[in-house]
Structure formats: C-alpha cells, structure tokens
C-alpha cells in the first residue's frame, strides 16, 4: 500500500517486501514505540501463506460471497498471527481434580473413631466421690489382661515403670484447608455472607492462638499451617480444633470444632 496516507499504512499489516509492517521499518519498531511486534519469519512469505489459509477461489455469491471471504481471510490472518506468535489455544475448564495429598484418602462426616470397627485400646472413664457429687476426673486407656499366674518380664507387655515417668513428646499439626464453612457474618446487597477465619487449638494447657492471622471474608479457606504443641504421655489426649470468626466488635464466634484422641 503506497498511497502516500501514513496513518493507513501504519494500520496495515499486509504488505509486499521482507522488512516492512504497515510502512514502518522492521528496524525501527522497537526504537520508535510503535507497539507492533515483528513476525520471526520472512514476511515475504506471510501474504502467500495467507492467501493459501482463506482460499483464493471466489464462491460466485457477489457482495455476499465477497463478505463471507473477507470473514474467511481475517479468521485465517488470526490464526497465522496466533501460530507466528506462538498463542495456544484456551483451554476448556476441566472439572476440579482432588489435590495430590486427597488421593486414596477419605472425608469423613465424624470422628475417626466413629468409622472404626475395633479401637486400638479400651476407654475406661475414671470417676471421684459418692452418691450424686461423682465427678468425672479423666480416663484410662488401655488393655486389659489377665494371668492365671504372677506374669514373669517376659510376659509383660511393658514396663508399669513408664507410666510413673511421664515422656515428653511433641505434636505437630497439619491443618490444610477449610472448606464451605459455615458463614457467620451476613452479606450485604445480595451478596452471601462470609466469615474471617483463624485456628485455635488447645491440648492440655498448650494452646495456640492464630486470632492475628484470620482470613477476611472467607468460606473456604487454604490455611496450610503447622503448629506444634508440646505433649507428655501419659497425659492430657484430647487435641480440640476450633474454626473461630473474627469480630471487631464484640465476642468471637464458632465457626466449628473438632476432637483429635491422641
């Protein structure tokens, strides 16, 4: 196109000669700004391969036909920018897959304990008083066996000895993602309500607070945490998870909670 208009020729993209784009010089592109990016192949080649792409034959339609090649001619000047330019197609959506750490594993509605067929120990509840001031005080868990005869070292399962020494350990929690929590907060202008999410986690008289790290308005949430907490054994068991909802003003709420028997 040389017909002395250069705002046209700036818009053109096809054009006979190796080294031009819509008459600005391959060279210059990038020195003068003109926001066009130089195709990486001769462009001498790109109105032949243009042409082969649309179809030079005329469908005998007139205007119509003439409009439904120019429609065929753009389609395929698209697609030879996207491949010179190395554009993929989109992707389509696929339906969300379970993360690697979920294969082969289970959600369940309760506890574990509630799933087990057998336990690994029985529960026996230990109790202090008489009459209606009983109170629980803990429990044991355990086995039970009974020998006919005074048990020799051998025979016995482990040294009573331990549970007079109680052994430091320590327990880390790994805490993923929470998912469709409840929302505490109500929406506003039709929008759903949310929640502002933190863990809180006490074992004994270890307890962690994570009130500083809330989530803002959030119901499913990737907290990917590890908090570990000191433990002894024998000793106090029972690890509670809570899901609290940060407020500004007023009290905390519960969100939800969960019990881990150690």
Same mark, same amino acid.
């Given at each position: 196109?040389?017909?002395?208009?250069?705002?046209?020729?700036?818009?053109?993209?096809?054009?006979?000669? $190796?080294?031009?784009?819509?008459?600005?010089?391959?060279?210059? /592109?990038?020195? %003068?700004?003109?926001?066009?990016?130089?195709?990486?192949?001769? @462009?001498?080649?790109?109105?032949?391969?243009?042409?082969?792409?649309?179809?030079?034959?005329? #469908?005998?339609?007139?205007?119509?036909?003439?409009?439904?090649?120019?429609?065929?001619?753009?389609?395929?000047?698209?697609?030879?920018?996207?491949?010179? *330019?190395? &554009?993929?197609?989109?992707?389509?959506?696929?339906?969300?897959?379970?993360?690697?750490? /979920?294969?082969?594993?289970? =959600?369940?509605?309760?506890?574990?304990?509630?799933?087990?067929?057998?336990?690994?120990?029985?529960?026996?509840?230990?109790?202090?008083?008489?009459? +209606?001031? &009983?109170?629980?005080?803990?429990?044991? +868990?355990? @086995?039970?066996?009974? *020998?006919?005869?005074?048990?020799?070292?051998?025979?016995?399962? *482990?040294? @009573?000895?331990?549970?007079? %020494?109680?052994?430091?350990?320590?327990?880390?929690?790994?805490?993923?993602?929470?998912? %469709?929590?409840?929302?505490?907060?109500?929406?506003?202008?039709?929008?759903?309500?949310?929640?502002?999410?933190?863990?809180?986690?006490?074992?004994?008289?270890?307890?962690?607070?994570?009130?500083?790290?809330?989530?803002?308005?959030?119901?499913?949430? $990737?907290?990917? +945490?590890?908090?570990?907490?000191?433990?002894?054994?024998?000793?106090?068991?029972? /690890? =509670?998870? +809570?899901?609290?909802?940060?407020?500004?003003?007023? #009290?905390?709420?519960? =969100?939800?909670?969960?019990?881990?028997?150690?």
């Amino acid at each position: 196109d040389d017909d002395g208009d250069d705002d046209d020729d700036e818009n053109d993209l096809l054009l006979e000669g $190796d080294d031009m784009i819509g008459g600005i010089n391959e060279d210059d /592109m990038l020195n %003068k700004g003109a926001g066009v990016v130089a195709l990486p192949e001769p @462009l001498g080649n790109y109105k032949e391969r243009l042409t082969e792409m649309a179809g030079a034959e005329d #469908s005998g339609l007139g205007v119509f036909g003439a409009l439904k090649h120019l429609e065929k001619e753009r389609a395929a000047e698209d697609a030879l920018l996207d491949e010179a *330019f190395g &554009v993929e197609e989109e992707e389509v959506d696929e339906p969300d897959k379970p993360p690697a750490y /979920m294969i082969d594993r289970q =959600i369940l509605d309760g506890t574990l304990e509630d799933e087990l067929e057998t336990t690994p120990f029985e529960t026996f509840h230990l109790e202090l008083g008489q009459g +209606k001031g &009983v109170r629980s005080v803990g429990c044991f +868990k355990g @086995l039970i066996r009974v *020998f006919d005869h005074e048990p020799t070292k051998d025979e016995a399962p *482990f040294d @009573l000895s331990l549970l007079l %020494k109680p052994q430091s350990y320590k327990v880390r929690l790994y805490v993923l993602r929470g998912m %469709k929590l409840a929302a505490m907060d109500p929406g506003w202008g039709g929008r759903p309500g949310k929640s502002d999410p933190y863990l809180h986690v006490t074992l004994g008289k270890e307890k962690y607070n994570g009130r500083k790290e809330y989530v803002d308005d959030a119901t499913d949430v $990737d907290f990917y +945490k590890l908090i570990e907490l000191n433990a002894e054994l024998p000793g106090a068991g029972q /690890m =509670i998870i +809570k899901v609290m909802d940060h407020d500004t003003f007023g #009290s905390d709420d519960l =969100i939800g909670r969960t019990v881990v028997d150690l």
